[in-house]
């Protein structure tokens, strides 16, 4: 049976992070009066409290390591949890979205597509417009994220194709798993298969 316990740990510290980036518009908001701070605010502690309550929940996960199922379940996942979680600033505050709008608008921002349901961006608070942006922002960092997540699962990663070929650091960045025959061999110097391409 999947255990879900390590994605929902992933899960609920992203929760955790992306309220924590909450109280920066909030706080600019606050700070210039807008009157719009009190509702990102509201939702930073709302956001943070669920994710540190899934995080908790999932703790007890005898392994972190995430099997190639998980990873899937962790992508889909996580390109659900944040745009929702994200949405909640421009649902409680201005420009008081319904969830749909709202959902759409944390989507685009997060995929960093830039489309945009709002009309009158220029009356916006400055924490809304802030917060707008910082989504594009982390949804850039999150493509790196989801890249570091599959790529030491699927065994592939930057050190095989930055490697110089038939280094010694390139073999072990590509090494086989121990239940496999080895498939670098034919990139050593010396190896009774150089002649033959590397398969890895």
Request: hydrophobic content about 50%.
């Amino acid at each position: 049976m999947l255990d879900l316990r390590p994605v929902g740990f992933i899960i609920g510290l992203l929760v955790v992070a992306l309220g924590a980036a909450m109280l920066l518009p909030a706080s600019v908001d606050l700070l210039l009066g807008d009157g719009n701070g009190p509702a990102i605010l509201q939702a930073a502690m709302l956001t943070m409290f669920t994710g540190g309550a899934v995080a908790l929940a999932c703790a007890n996960a005898p392994t972190k390591q995430l099997g190639i199922r998980q990873a899937f379940v962790l992508t889909a996942a996580i390109w659900f949890a944040l745009p929702a979680f994200g949405s909640l600033p421009l649902i409680l505050g201005e420009p008081d979205l319904t969830f749909t709008d709202a959902m759409f608008e944390a989507v685009s921002g997060i995929t960093t597509t830039g489309s945009t349901v709002i009309v009158g961006l220029d009356h916006l608070p400055a924490g809304t417009n802030l917060w707008r942006g910082m989504l594009n922002w982390l949804g850039g960092l999150g493509i790196a994220f989801i890249a570091m997540i599959f790529l030491p699962v699927m065994r592939v990663g930057g050190c095989s194709s930055s490697a110089p070929r038939g280094s010694t650091r390139w073999a072990r960045c590509c090494r086989a798993p121990p239940t496999s025959p080895a498939r670098c061999s034919a990139s050593i110097p010396g190896s009774p298969r150089s002649a033959s391409p590397p398969t890895c």
